[in-house]
């Protein structure tokens, strides 16, 4: 599909796929392992950081109309002849930006120090610094803060374009044959929660 997928790499321990969009469709590749490296790391402690990050892969979805930052964590000795569950998680309001680093920086620690004990597709998308998962409107003119929500799952209300990257990127794995589809599961945090929220109401058959 075009402009579906700029850039989607995915890697492993054991084992790297590599799935680049071109201009008609997506076909994947096999590639050498890529293992994480701590030898280039000045210090045990920041070894140890460097190392639970390079689990993860960075790119850029880009869906046509949107352009979405995500990091992704596959199983140990990933196969993709077999099917795995997928964890989407969304960060808070503190992670936005453009570094595509940020939204790991709440949970993705955790995740990869079980990798080993729960094999899983693990994705991170970022969104914009100025926009929200959800469709909310928030007053901070005062504390506590308010927030309304006027999407209702029943009206026409659009999603913000950080969720409509994600709803992309829902969406092409749900096609995928080494995605278990019984078993996609949404996380959230703080304002990645009020998304979680709103993408359950506009996709209450995806996630289990």
């Known amino acids: 599909m075009m402009g579906r997928l700029a850039k989607f790499s995915i890697s492993a321990v054991a084992l790297s796929v590599l799935l680049v969009g071109c201009t008609t469709h997506n076909t994947p590749v096999v590639q050498a392992p890529k293992k994480p490296a701590a030898e280039n790391v000045s210090t045990q402690e920041s070894a140890a950081v460097e190392v639970w990050r390079q689990y993860y892969e960075a790119n850029v979805f880009d869906s046509g109309s949107t352009k979405t930052p995500y990091q992704m964590m596959?199983?140990?000795?990933?196969?993709?002849?077999?099917?795995?569950?997928?964890?989407?998680?969304?960060?808070?309001?503190?992670?936005?930006?453009?570094?595509?680093?940020?939204q790991l920086n709440n949970g993705g620690k955790l995740f990869a120090?079980?990798?080993?004990?729960?094999?899983?597709?693990?994705?991170?998308?970022?969104?914009?610094?100025?926009?929200?998962?959800?469709?909310?409107?928030?007053?901070?003119?005062?504390?506590?803060?308010?927030?309304?929500?006027?999407?209702?799952?029943?009206?026409?209300?659009?999603?913000?374009?950080?969720l409509k990257g994600v709803m992309a990127i829902t969406d092409w794995l749900s096609e995928q044959p080494f995605v278990d589809t019984s078993r996609m599961y949404l996380m959230g945090l703080s304002m990645g929660g009020m998304g979680s929220y709103e993408l359950l109401a506009r996709k209450p058959d995806t996630f289990a």
């Open 74 to 102: 596959l199983p140990e000795q990933f196969d993709p002849q077999k099917t795995y569950p997928v964890v989407l998680f969304l960060h808070g309001a503190g992670e936005r930006g453009s570094d595509n680093q940020a």
């Open 113 to 162: 120090e079980h990798r080993s004990d729960f094999p899983a597709i693990v994705i991170f998308p970022q969104a914009p610094a100025e926009d929200y998962w959800a469709a909310a409107i928030a007053d901070r003119s005062q504390l506590p803060f308010s927030f309304d929500y006027p999407y209702t799952g029943e009206n026409d209300v659009p999603a913000t374009d950080a």
